[in-house]
Structures are given as structure tokens and as C-alpha cells.
């Protein structure tokens, strides 16, 4: 039998909670949007969650919010994935680029200072494959510059920095819902934020720019259609509920591949002190000597599903033919982009299955 790398965690009981969701013939934005947004304030500490219709949403509308536009800079790490830099493109400012930290593949936090300017609107620092990103240094930056944090934390709903989680410390934290996420909606996204004002931003803006602090529909600015639906809501609502057991159980087989797996080949992921990771995935890198795609056809004919981690973006055809960038330019995101592969990891794989797949990653210069 094939181990996937991934695969959503779905019960029974969520399964009838989207069954009911169909009979009711409420669809949109209804009861359950509103409780998963509850449920995630109340979890990630904050005071205002938006559920809108995806990730890349939640990071679009924060943007927006700030005012970002054309002659704007924002900063965000080298190594990501592609919306985080796309949805800067997208608002007319300017990407500018971080390299990424060896050990994390997060932005690296000592390189961000040399680059804010009077143009920097934002900076968004990702928590990439749920490793929460150096929040202490970054947010003495945002202070000292007066330049805010979007938090781009897809990966990773529950991830810890100091004790306390991740989506709590920029002015808006961006958490997405896709399946390759931890828990899913399908497609999904949530911000959250402390601040009032923005929170009432993201509500107007998801729905057509109506501001529903009329009594009647006022449409106060031109806003976009990115509702999350009730469908969508109440398939991740159990997985909500139960995030803590989903998240134990990726550590489980986290902490098995950083005992068991022998890294004679490859570099495992190191985590910064005192951070709780949420494991959206477990990210090797390949030494240079060693072949990527001779591994992952290894593993494929062992029938062990394994992918590619995320983009070296500057490297990719739009940003490389826009700004020229050259392909040794960020070097640790270079060689995350072309010599990473990410492993099997979530709640459902048994004991047995992380067992196989340590030993044949452990034999694989044998063959
Ligand atoms: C998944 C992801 C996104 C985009 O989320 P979508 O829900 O797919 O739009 C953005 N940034 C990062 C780091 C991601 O991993």
C-alpha cells in the first residue's frame, strides 16, 4: 500500500456536519463561519478573526489594509511559498527579498534590518512549514521602524513562539486552510488580528464591500467576493476541535525522523529555542553529492509519497525576467529549492508506516 504524504484528517463526524450544513440550505457565511472564527480567536489569543475564501486572500486583504500600493516595498523571505510574494505584486508594490535561515528555512532575521527603507510598508515574515520565524528579533524591528508584521503563518495554526502562538504577534496573522495544511476546508483562510479597524476592513472587503454596520446594505467600498462558505466552515470546524491531538500527533513523527533518520546524506530541520513547531511538514535538505531526483524515485518505487518543499522565488520565470534576479543571489534559498523534499507526515500514518519509511530513507546510499 502506498504512504501518501499527506492526507486530511476527516471523521465521520465532520462528514455529517457538511451533510447538514447541505439540508439546512444555509451556504454562505452563515452559523459556522461564524464559530470557527470564534474558536480560532479563542485559540490563537487574538481578538478579531476573518474567515475568507483562502490564504492568499488573507494576505491580499492585509496588504490592502496597510494601504500597501505602487512605490511600496515589502519585505518577505526568499524561500516560500509563491503567493506570499505574489499577493505584493498583486497590490503594485515591490517584493524585496530575504534570504532564508540555514536551520528553519525561515527568513533570516540578522539580513532584514540592511533592507528596510523609507518605502517598507510591511514586512512578512513566514512561518515556514509551521517553524515558527525568529518573532523576537523581527518584532524589535517592526518596532524600531515603526513597520508592521503580517504574520504569513499558512503552515501553521498552533505553532508557539515563546508560549505563545503564532498569528498573535503582527498586526495580522494569515493562516490557511488548503488541504496540504494541517486542517482543512478545502480551500479556506482565516486573519486574525487585535486591531478593530482592521478587522472591520477584512469583514467589508470580503463581501463586496458591504458594511454591515448599517441597518440597511451600504456598499462603502469596493470590495472583493472572498467569502468562506458554511460548507467549508463545517468541514473544519471537529478538525478545529481536535487541532491539538492533530498537531501531537505530526510532533510524534517529527521528533521519530529527528532521532531515527541517520542524515548521513541530508541536513534535517533544526528549530530555533524555546518554539513549538505545528510539523505542516517535515523538510530535508539533500546534500549536494546527492541526486534529488534519484531519491525521490527511490522512495516513489518504495511507494512512498514524498514532494518538494517550496519556490527559491526570485528564481521563478515571472519575478527572474521582471527584476532580473540572479540565480546565486539568495544561496541557502537556492539550495532549500533545489535540493529539498518533504516527507510523509500527518495524523493518520501508523507507527508502522514512519517505521518503513525511516528505514528505507536510512538504506538508500546501500542501493
Ligand atoms: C499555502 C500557503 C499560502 C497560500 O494559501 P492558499 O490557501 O493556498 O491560498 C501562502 N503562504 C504560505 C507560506 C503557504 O504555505
Redesign the pocket.
Known sequence: MKIKLTKPSILESDIENVVDVLKSGMLVQGDNVKFIEKVISDYVGVKYSVAV???????HLSLLALGTGPGDEVIVPAF?????ANVVELVGATPVFIDINKNTFNINQEEIESSITERTRAIIP????GHPAYLSKIMKLSEKYDVPIIE????ALGAEWHGKKVGSFGIAG?F???P??SVTSG???VITTNNRKLAHFFRVMRNHGIDDAYKKVEFTRAGFNYRLTEIQAALLLGQLKRIETINDKREKIAIRYNKELNGCFFRKPQMSKHTKPSW?SYHIVLDDSVDRNRFVSYLNNCNIGVSYG?QNIPMQNYYKSKYNYDDDQFPVAKNAYLKGVVLPIYDGLSEQQVSFVIKKINSFTEV
Open positions: 475564501a483562502n490564504g492568499t486572500a488573507t494576505l516560500s511559498y509563491i503567493a506570499t513566514v512561518h515556514e512549514f504569513d503563518a499558512a503552515c494569515s490557511s486552510f488548503h496540504r495544511k480551500e479556506g483562510g505542516q517550496a
